[in-house]
């Protein structure tokens, strides 16, 4: 599986005049696999993310993907290898959704290039493998937040990549639209081959929905590996500073957040 | 599938509905061209104007060539820079309240056209370059002062009132409290101001409508445009230059008018939408429409006395503005 072998080493990170974000991060994504950061608030899950993105340029450390540092990859050519879904998503009200996904067509686009038939083809699977093809039509301020988490992900499937980062992609979301958008994105996972990175607040999603987690503890990676190794009543103790029970029965793992 | 059928005749409608919507303000603003030609002190009658500009000499049609025809073009000149610079500074700066004359740009494209119409008076056919640089320190200088983190978009109104009212001040001190005598409105434009002015017409409204495209990638997130692989601090740069530029060159040749730039993007979304495809032609033909309205009827509501076109759009925009402060509207909710 080449083209999406993403390497984070010894990462270092903090704001203009502030003290560390992140200190000597180091890690590789598993290719293929769901792996979610977990950490407290306010742990560097968000800058990670965006360190990882081209948003934000590290202290020290660097990113590979490919064994190629992303700060000597242009950042046109890196749309086309990895797109985000980023927590917060602004669109004008009368944008039609249609529209918006076919924004994730823009890395491949030029001035002296017009639209492809391929172009048009990505973006109506974009919209299939997300439901949302029957409201293509509708304009973003119409939507349910469900919705809006949809078509901003069909608009990063239409980018084309192979890796996919989403920042607590569930956290505005009703139960109903949590679920199935963790679903969703196993499915682009299992289906569709994606290598996918996810910031996650809630333990037992991550615990469901990922082959691997990282616990971030104030800018440090605590732990790495599959979801039943890592979580333990004393990781979560060391991760979030509170003792919860931990469960298993027949294979299927929980953390009770009360 | 029901969905997939007639996909893409959505987006052509609305491409149709734009194209006629500017088709027929294109039309209200070639009806209103005529109309501001033949009216005035100077009465001449459709005929008398047809036969004097195109067939033989008539020292009255003379009159109005030399004298109301500039006028009328640099009404319409300015008021389509006017109404651009609005929009992209709006998209620019993601603030529904930017406009160059609120946000001190105005101010400053004036006071340095100003100086060097009054110390270098040779220069005196560069005074749009000069506004532009001073537009552009301005503009800088706003920015600076408002960064905190991120633009607030108070904040920078907030400055842009500081940096306007010294602008204004140090022209009252140089050149009398009355105001500058070198940019004094519409009157007395001659077509040696259609010259100046059309150079940085044609360049800021091609550059605007190339552009337009573009601008609707700001209404995203910085990130998200990032993340599509759009340098969103450059294009914020070069969308705000075109927008300085159109506002300083037209400032230079008729002084500051202010709100114009803030009313017509907001009419302008209002019929059009927020597609910048569609949304600059349109707000590039109502800034022209509504400045030449204003001037026409400022020229006419109280003959022979005249009533500028700028305290016209100040008396409109004014309450325009409040109602947009009390509602503290967005560009793309969240």
Not at chain 2, 263 to 283: K, Q, Y
């Amino acid at each position: 599986m080449a083209g999406h072998k993403l390497t984070v080493e010894n990462l270092s990170f903090s704001y203009a005049g502030a003290a560390p974000v992140l200190r000597n991060v180091s890690f590789t994504l598993r290719p293929g696999g769901v792996t979610t950061l977990l950490g407290a608030n306010a742990c560097g899950k968000t800058t990670l993310l965006l360190l990882m993105s081209k948003n934000l340029k590290p202290n020290g450390g660097r990113v590979l993907l490919d064994g190629r540092d992303i700060a000597t990859i242009r950042l046109k050519d890196f749309a086309r290898q990895a797109a985000v879904v980023h927590q917060k998503n602004t669109a004008p009200d009368d944008l039609s959704v249609e529209r918006l996904v076919a924004y994730g067509r823009i890395p491949y686009s030029s001035l002296f290039r017009g639209r492809k038939a391929e172009d048009g083809e990505r973006v109506a699977w974009a919209m299939e493998a997300t439901g949302i093809a029957d409201i293509a039509r509708q304009t973003m301020g119409a939507l349910s937040g469900g919705q809006r988490q949809r078509a901003f992900i069909a608009m990063a499937l239409a980018q084309d990549t192979k890796l996919l980062f989403l920042d607590e992609p569930t956290t505005f979301l009703d139960m109903r639209y949590q679920v199935e958008t963790l679903r969703l994105i196993r499915e682009l996972n299992v289906k569709h081959g994606l290598t996918i990175l996810m910031v996650l607040h809630d333990i037992n999603q991550a615990l469901m929905y990922s082959d691997e987690v990282i616990g971030l503890k104030d800018g440090m990676v605590l732990a790495q590996g599959p979801p039943a190794a890592v979580v333990t009543e004393d990781a979560i103790l060391a991760l979030y500073g509170v003792r919860l029970p931990v469960r298993g029965e027949g294979g299927r793992m929980w953390v009770l957040p009360v | 599938m029901n969905s997939h059928s007639g996909r893409g005749s959505a987006p052509w409608s609305r491409v149709w509905r734009g194209g006629a919507a500017c088709a027929l303000l294109a039309l209200l603003t070639s009806g209103l061209f005529l109309l501001a030609l033949k009216s005035g002190s100077i009465a001449v009658s459709w005929g008398e104007l047809w036969r004097g500009l195109f067939v033989e000499y008539n020292p009255r049609v003379a009159a109005v060539y030399d004298l109301r025809f500039p006028r009328v073009v640099v009404a319409l000149l300015a008021g389509a820079m006017l109404a651009a610079s609005g929009l992209f500074l709006q998209a620019a700066l993601r603030n529904p309240l930017a406009d160059p004359g609120i946000i001190g740009i105005a101010g400053g494209a004036a006071f340095t056209a100003a100086l060097v119409g009054a110390f270098f008076p040779m220069l005196y056919f560069s005074k749009p370059l000069f506004a532009f640089i001073g537009g552009i320190l301005s503009f800088l200088l706003i920015y600076r002062l408002a960064w905190k983190g991120s633009l607030d978009p108070v904040r920078i109104i907030l400055v842009g009132v500081a940096v306007s009212a010294t602008c204004a001040g140090l022209s009252a001190a140089l050149f009398g409290a009355g105001a500058n005598p070198l940019i004094s409105g519409l009157v007395q434009r001659s077509w040696g101001d259609v010259r100046q002015l059309s150079l940085y017409a044609a360049t800021g409204i091609l550059a605007a409508l190339l552009l337009a495209p573009a601008c609707n990638y700001l209404a995203l997130e910085d990130r998200t445009a990032r993340g599509l692989g759009i340098n969103a601090d450059l294009l914020r740069g070069v969308v705000s230059a075109v927008a300085v530029m159109l506002a300083s060159a037209a400032t230079a040749i008729i002084g500051v008018v202010g709100f114009l730039a803030l009313i017509a993007p907001h009419m302008a979304r209002r019929f059009v939408g927020s597609d910048h495809r569609i949304l600059t032609p349109f707000c590039l033909l109502l800034g022209a429409f509504v400045l030449l309205a204003a001037d026409t009827l400022g020229r006419l509501v109280a003959a022979p006395a005249e009533i500028p076109a700028s305290v016209l759009m100040n008396v409109v925009g004014g309450p325009f503005f409040i109602i947009l402060l009390q509602r503290g509207e967005r560009i793309g909710r969240s």
